[in-house]
């Protein structure tokens, strides 16, 4: 997907000299007329001004009366070869991407046709019972909680999906069944989606114990299913390469400050008083890239948190990836209420 499509975004007041000029400059001779949420209102292409131009409109009217305002557009569950399709078609070079109305990217021609694809297995962990978000959970397992128009599970799929991964594993446990009928095997999307299930509950660290023994000797992407974020999951993977490391955790800067003076002593004289200082920490985003050969010594049926995997490691290849992208882990009511909001403005 077209990493500039936030610069060919434009309000409707614009002037078409402003658009022409942005249009110009960025050459995917197109423009994506939005409102203040990023929702889609119509497309503006060079012809569609040069057409107007022609028709004796002034380069100072607004572009909303040269836009198109019922282009064709795909959906972000979309498959690579659906919209590769619907472009030959429809004889387009580029396609915006919406999710609930909002754009969320742009695919154009030359990206799809060049776009790396991935082997590495993605491992997404959706056995939790999900019990801080009672009762929403009493019958329905947290990733299967719908933000916007999806499950949060669906979410992460796709977003996955459009970063080129396409081998899926989701480790279930409570209410298996139901999110095997909700999510399916991938078909759909043109992946294939397996299932491992935890007996009883091993931990993240434990379920990697459970993958097969075939997979590819490649470093496998590991995830908890009820994350929302926008990493880069293309460099967290070249990341890790680089490094040559045997495990990675994605990690996000937390700051924390203490509501009170802060006393520093020494053999009870005051050395220092600071107030209300702040500390900054890095948290684990539940998040991880983990080799083959690290997971292969895992213990099946073992319980091992990912926390303590990463414990037995330090000091011995293993790293942290430090990122600043949006990132929401719906662990709590507010949690899953902001992530409602954030669906819809963030375009996730």
């Known amino acids: 997907m077209s990493h500039c499509w936030q610069k060919i975004l434009v309000c409707s007041s614009e002037t078409i000299r402003s658009v022409l000029e942005i249009i110009d400059q960025q050459a995917l001779k197109l423009a994506l007329v939005v409102d203040d949420k990023n929702k889609l209102l119509g497309t503006v292409s060079d012809g569609d001004i040069r057409r107007a131009i022609l ?3 002034s380069l100072e009217d607004k572009v909303a009366t040269v836009m198109n305002t019922t282009p064709t557009t795909a959906d972000v569950s979309m498959t690579r070869d659906n919209i590769l399709s619907l472009m030959e078609k429809k004889e387009l070079h580029a396609i915006p991407v919406l999710n609930n109305h909002v754009v969320v990217g742009l695919e154009t021609l030359h990206g799809l046709l060049h776009k790396p694809q991935y082997e590495n297995p993605i491992f997404l962990m959706a056995g939790g019972f999900g019990t801080r978000l009672k009762p929403l959970t009493d019958n329905c397992p947290k990733p299967l909680l719908k933000v916007g128009e999806r ?24 209410l298996p069944e139901m999110i095997k009928e909700t999510i399916g095997n991938g078909s759909r999307w043109g992946v294939k989606i397996q299932y491992i299930h ?27 299913g009820d994350v929302l974020t926008k990493i880069n999951f293309e460099e967290v993977l070249a990341f890790h390469n680089s490094k040559q490391s045997n495990a990675t955790m994605c990690v996000r800067e937390f700051e924390y400050q203490v509501p009170f003076g802060v006393v520093e002593a020494n053999e009870f004289k005051i050395t220092d008083i600071v107030e209300k200082p702040t500390y900054r920490f890095h948290v684990n985003a539940g998040i991880y890239v983990i080799n083959k050969s690290l997971i292969s010594r895992i213990k099946k049926d073992e319980y091992l948190d990912m926390p303590t995997l990463f414990e037995s490691h330090i000091g011995n290849d293993a790293h942290v990836f430090p990122f600043h992208e949006y990132w929401l882990d719906i662990g709590r009511m507010d949690d899953f209420k902001r992530a409602q909001v954030d669906i819809l403005t963030l375009g996730l």
Do not use: C, K, Q
Request: charged share 15%.
């Open 55 to 57: 028709s004796d409109a």
């Open 151 to 174: 499950p949060i599970l669906e979410t992460v799929i796709l977003s996955f999906i459009r970063s080129g991964f396409s081998n899926f594993y989701i480790s279930t446990h409570y």
């Open 198 to 224: 935890e007996d009883r509950p091993l931990g993240t660290g434990g379920a990697l114990g459970l993958l097969p023994e075939d997979l590819p000797d490649l470093p496998v992407i590991v995830m908890n």
